[in-house]
């Protein structure tokens, strides 16, 4: 029962911290953003529920897990999917990315990067915001950069980036919202400051020295966190408590090697964005990490 109601007290935080963001991006999508995210939610309940019955185990959509993952995954979606898109995506999340594997807390990567990876991979046109959302005035930031070079950078302002104001998927593009959500979980202790600062740390410097080598060829450092999903990875992603490492310099390193892998794949790689890619693989390393750490008192 205890263990039911620190799940429940963390699902219900997590929703909170979401809450601004899912707000202001029904401000920036409209109508379209509210449906997604309903169709997302409501196939997941269903999904859990129908998985626990066939499993013949106890029914616990009310620990409001699923409804988490549904929201996370929405928020790595384009505002304008197809309702299909939505279902297929939060059903594999629930069903690949969670009962599979037997349930909460067994699965070896996030629940939303599992429903995610398989749309991405499946349908990268609906699943490309600059390629499904071109009845808008905003524009990609990423996109823009990888065609123009850094000097397109300048055409958006920080505070239009924290606003929302750019195209990137539904919730991930509401850099500050996320913020200020992130803000409130570390405040109540649900996530771990230790991954928030590693995941930083470790794509913030590589870019700010590189900005700095020549300003000419790199972003600056804040354009480049406030962009893609990198905010959203951070603060939601990254910390989930079931794929984690558990010690404090174990969670620091976990989250500095998904910056860094964040900056490989922006900086080196073929996606403009590639944060779920980076937490993704890393997840899979979450043993070794768990392994770091140090040896009792008067242990040599």
């Not at 195209?167 to 919202?177: K, P, Y």
């Not at 992603?237 to 390193?253: C, D, G, K, Q, R």
Request: glycine share 8%.
């Amino acid at each position: 029962w205890h263990c039911g109601q620190t799940i429940f007290k963390r699902s219900l935080d997590f929703l909170i911290a979401l809450a601004p963001a899912a707000l202001m991006s029904i401000y920036t999508w409209g109508i379209a953003a509210a449906r997604v995210m309903a169709v997302a939610v409501l196939t997941a309940v269903v999904a859990e529920a129908l998985a626990c019955k066939v499993m013949k185990r106890r029914i616990r959509v009310d620990d409001l897990t699923a409804v988490v993952s549904a929201l996370l995954l929405a928020f790595l979606l384009p505002a304008s999917s197809p309702w299909w898109i939505v279902v297929l995506g939060s059903a594999a999340a629930i069903m690949f990315g969670k009962m599979f594997f037997g349930g909460l807390g067994n699965c070896p990567m996030p629940t939303p990067i599992v429903g995610w990876a398989i749309l991405f991979v499946s349908y990268p046109v609906l699943t490309d915001p600059n390629l499904m959302q071109l009845a808008t005035s905003y524009a990609d930031p990423l996109s823009r950069i990888q065609a123009f070079g850094a000097s397109a950078a300048q055409g958006f302002s920080f505070a239009d980036l924290l606003l929302g104001k750019q195209v990137a998927a539904l919730g991930a593009g509401q850099v500050g919202a996320l913020l200020l959500g992130g803000m409130y979980l570390l405040v109540r202790g649900t996530v771990r400051w230790q991954i928030v600062l590693g995941v930083f740390l470790g794509v913030g410097v590589p870019f700010a020295i590189l900005h700095m080598i020549d300003p000419q060829t790199s972003a600056p450092v804040l354009f480049e966190l406030c962009t893609g999903s990198i905010v959203l990875c951070a603060f939601f992603i990254a910390t989930e408590s079931n794929t984690a490492p558990t010690h404090f310099l174990a969670m620091f390193l976990y989250g500095l090697t998904i910056g860094l892998l964040m900056f490989c794949i922006r900086r080196f790689g073929s996606y403009a964005d590639g944060a779920p890619f980076a937490v993704m693989a890393c997840s899979l390393l979450t043993p070794y990490f768990d392994m770091i750490r140090p040896k009792p008192f008067g242990v040599r």
